[in-house]
């Protein structure tokens, strides 16, 4: 693993989901094959495999200091891209950091992760009058999670802090995305446990090779996604769990 401490310029981008987006890494230790942030290594000049290099933004806290006073407040999304909660967390904190001064600024956050991590975090995230946790999950089937989200947490332990978060007064958000094989398990693996769900299909080409290797290809057809995404939406919806397909 290459891991190189560096100054950003800047830290909140403008996003297009949400008004900011706040990375403090560069490369993801979770190494999930289908990852769009793949796209990063054409601009950082990295070689190394996906998942086998990150960049740390040691200037983080600094520049959120002062981008904060000079920017129109807006809901930032910790992250767009790159896990805020991946191993190097636990060491680094930027994460944590931010994530203080954003409640001290009373600005509005949203965290995307799919790490249990983000409990270690919970009296800062309960500080803030708006923040909202979303999970990224896509199967309940370890097996397929294996192949396709390698370094990051079970699925399990995802549902378990989406239900810890909800009990603690936070508004929790499952996006299934992409829709994987055994998704279907989580109709009854985020009950109770979040406020709203997203659906999104496969989209990006780095996965074709794993279901090719492992005879899935049949999992990346459209009618695949459709099915699959149509058949979730109906179930959460019938438990009255808000349900959105985006693709
Ligand atoms: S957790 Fe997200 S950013 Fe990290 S490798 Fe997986 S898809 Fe990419």
Known sequence: MNIREIRAKNILSKSQIYDYALNPYVGCQH?????????????TG????????VDVKINAQELLECEVKKKKVGRVWISGVCDPYQPLERKYMITRRCLGLLAEADWPFTIQTKS???LRDLELIKRSK????CFTITTTDERIRKIFEPGAPPSAK?????????????RTLAMIAPI????????????GKVDQIIVDRLNYHYADWAYRKYGLEWAMEDGFFRNK?????????EEGIPCKIVF
């Open 31 to 43: 190494a999930c094959v289908y990852c769009y942030a793949k796209f990063m290594k054409r601009f």
């Open 46 to 53: 990295h070689k190394e495999p996906w998942g086998k290099f």
């Open 116 to 118: 249990p991590l983000v």
């Open 130 to 133: 708006d923040a909202e946790v």
């Open 158 to 170: 995802r549902t378990e802090a989406l239900a810890r978060l909800r009990s603690e007064g936070i």
């Open 180 to 191: 994987l094989l055994g998704a279907e398990g989580l109709i009854d693996g985020l009950q």
């Open 229 to 237: 995404a149509d058949e979730l939406k109906a179930a959460f919806e």
